[in-house]
C-alpha cells in the first residue's frame, strides 16, 4: 500500500503518532515532498490542538493589568465585573457567590471560578484551585503546557526551524500556508510569527480570504490587542458569516466588559444561524454572568429546544431550580443527566442535596457515599464532606456535622464555609475563643463571603468588643448588601456609638 495513503487513513482515524511516523519516513527519503510535509505539520497540530472558541482562562495578568477598562463606575445591569443583585436571581443569601460578586455557575468552565479579583492580595490568593504555587496567566497555564508537549512531540529539536522560514514564500501558496500557520499558532505558541505569516498572507489573497482575517484576530487577541482583533473579526464576517467569527468577536467584547453589545453580536449571528445552540448559550452564561437568572434560564430552555442532551443547560437550568427553593425540579433535570451517561462525583454530589432538600431521605447518604468513592480531587471531597455536614446539621447530629467539617478540612485547608460552620458549632458548645478563630480564619480565606464576617461581629457584639464587631458588620452588609441581620447589628452599634 501506498504509504501516503495509509498515512492520510491513520490522519482520518486518529491515529496521529503512526501517522507522523510515517510522514517522517517519507521525508527522510525525499526532504521536498509537500504531501508528507504538509499532513505532518496538520498531525503535529492536531495532537495539540485546543478549540480557541471555548477555552479562555483569563489570568492575573489579564485581570490586574488590563488598560482596557472603559469606565470605572458603570450602569447596573452592564458589567460583568459588577454583576449587581440581578433580575429573578436568587439572593446570596441562598446561591454562592465568587470573589467579584458573580453567582457560582451550575457548570464549571474555564475562568468562571476565579473571578475577577479587585486587589493584588485577593488575586494571588485565587489560584489556590490551580493546582500551583504561582498565579496563573493565560499566557503561562495552557499555553507553557503545549508548548512542552510539542517539544516532546520531537526529540531531536523542532520539525520546522521557523527562523529560516521565508514567510513571504509560503504565504503565496495557500495549500500549504494554512497548515503551517496552525502548526505556527497551536504547535509552536508561537503568535507572533504566527500574526506575521497571517498578514502576509492575507496580503497575498488581496484581502478577501475571510479565514485568515480570522487568524489575524486570534493572533490580536492573544496579544491583548482587542481592538485590532474586533476589526478583523467584524471585517470577516463581511465576507463571510460563520459561527466561529461571531463567537471570537463575543469573546472579544466579554474581555472588553461590553456583555450588552455582545448579547447584540450574538442575537445577529442568530438571525443569520437560527437555532444555532453555540450562540445561544453564549447569550446565557452572559446573563448568568450578570447575575439576570431569569433571561439566562430562558435562553438555557431554548438551547434544550435545539439540543435535548445540552449537559451545560440542563445543568445550569437545575441549579437554578435547586437556588430558587424546587429541590425536586432540580432533581429531574439531575436525574436526566444520570440517564445520559454523566457519572461523575459532582452530579451524585448534587443529587444527594436535591434529595434531602425534597425529603426523599432514602437515597441521600447513598449519593453521598457513591460521590465520595468516585471523587479523585482533594477539591471535590472537600465540598462533598461539607454537604455531608450540611445534612448532619439539618438532621440535629452536631457530632457528625462537626465531623464532617474536620474531614472537608482535611482534604482542602482553604474551605472557607467549613471553618464557618466549625465556629458556628463551637459557639453552640459555648467555646467562645474557638468559635472566634474559626471566623476570622473563614474572613481571610474568603472575604466575599458574608456569613463569616456577620457570624463573627454577632460572637463580637455578645463579648463587649464592638469595635471588631462593627467593622465585621460593616464588611458583611458590603459583601451582601440586602442582609437584614448584618444591617441591623449595624445600625445598632451606629445608635451606641452616637451616644457615647
Known amino acids: 500500500m501506498d504509504p501516503l495513503y495509509m498515512a492520510h487513513s491513520l490522519f482520518r482515524r486518529r491515529k496521529f503518532e503512526d501517522c507522523i511516523n510515517i510522514c517522517t519516513e517519507l521525508l527522510q527519503k525525499n526532504p521536498y515532498d509537500q504531501a508528507a510535509w504538509s499532513l505532518k505539520t496538520r498531525a503535529l497540530t492536531e495532537q495539540v490542538y485546543i478549540d480557541e472558541v471555548e477555552v479562555d482562562e483569563e489570568g492575573i495578568a489579564e485581570m490586574l493589568m488590563d488598560d482596557n477598562s472603559i469606565a470605572n463606575v458603570t450602569r447596573p445591569g452592564t458589567s460583568l465585573k459588577k454583576p449587581g443583585t440581578g433580575q429573578g436571581a436568587p439572593s446570596a443569601g441562598f446561591r454562592p457567590v465568587s470573589q467579584s460578586g458573580r453567582p457560582l455557575s451550575g457548570f464549571v468552565r474555564p475562568g468562571t471560578q476565579s473571578g475577577r479579583p479587585g486587589t493584588m492580595e485577593q488575586a494571588i490568593r485565587t489560584p489556590r484551585t490551580a493546582h500551583t ?8 497555564g495552557r499555553f507553557v503546557r503545549l508548548g512542552t508537549a510539542s517539544m516532546l512531540s520531537t526529540p531531536d529539536g523542532p520539525f520546522i526551524n521557523l527562523a529560516r522560514l521565508n514567510f513571504s514564500k509560503y504565504a503565496a501558496r495557500p495549500n500549504l500556508a494554512k497548515a503551517l500557520f496552525e502548526y505556527i ?9 504566527a500574526l506575521e505569516l497571517a498578514a502576509l498572507a492575507t496580503e497575498a489573497s488581496q484581502f478577501k480570504d475571510y479565514w485568515w482575517k480570522v ?7 492573544r496579544l491583548g490587542l482587542y481592538r485590532d482583533a474586533e476589526k478583523q473579526f467584524k471585517s470577516a464576517l463581511k465576507h463571510q458569516d460563520t459561527v466561529d467569527s461571531y463567537l471570537y468577536l463575543c469573546k472579544v467584547y466579554v474581555r472588553l466588559d461590553q456583555p450588552l453589545t455582545a448579547i447584540d453580536v450574538y442575537k445577529q449571528g442568530l438571525e443569520k444561524f437560527p437555532g444555532e445552540t453555540t450562540l445561544l448559550t453564549g447569550i446565557a452564561r452572559i446573563y448568568e454572568g450578570m447575575n439576570d437568572m431569569t433571561n439566562a434560564v430562558k435562553f438555557y430552555k431554548d438551547v434544550l429546544h435545539q439540543d435535548n442532551t445540552h449537559i451545560e443547560a440542563i445543568a445550569c437550568i437545575a441549579n437554578f431550580h435547586f437556588y430558587t427553593d424546587q429541590p425536586e425540579i432540580a432533581l429531574r433535570y439531575y436525574r436526566r443527566l444520570l440517564q445520559m451517561g454523566v457519572y461523575n462525583a459532582e452530579l451524585f454530589n448534587n443529587l444527594g442535596l436535591c434529595c ?16 465520595i468513592s468516585l471523587s479523585t480531587d482533594d477539591m471535590t471531597t472537600a465540598d462533598i464532606w461539607y454537604n455531608v455536614g450540611q445534612v448532619a446539621m439539618g438532621i440535629g447530629d452536631s457530632t457528625l456535622a462537626h465531623q464532617c467539617c474536620r474531614l472537608a478540612l482535611a482534604s482542602n485547608n482553604d474551605h472557607a464555609e467549613a471553618y464557618n460552620n466549625l465556629g458556628v458549632l463551637e459557639l453552640r458548645k459555648g467555646r467562645l475563643d474557638q468559635a472566634r478563630a474559626f471566623f476570622q480564619a473563614a474572613q481571610g480565606i474568603a472575604p466575599h463571603m458574608f456569613e463569616s464576617h456577620y457570624n463573627f461581629a454577632s460572637l463580637s457584639d455578645q463579648v463587649g468588643d464592638l469595635q471588631s464587631s462593627y467593622r465585621a458588620a460593616k464588611e458583611a452588609v458590603e459583601a451582601y448588601p440586602e442582609h437584614c441581620d448584618s444591617n441591623d447589628l449595624l445600625a445598632q452599634l451606629r445608635k451606641h456609638f452616637a451616644i457615647l
Open 185 to 193: 499558532f497551536h504547535h509552536e505558541n508561537d503568535v507572533r510569527n
Open 215 to 221: 487568524q489575524l484576530g486570534k493572533c490580536y487577541y
Open 133 to 140: 504555587a504561582r498565579p496563573v496567566t493565560s499566557a503561562s
Open 356 to 371: 434531602f432538600y425534597a425529603q426523599q431521605y432514602d437515597m441521600t447518604l447513598s449519593s453521598f457515599e457513591r460521590a
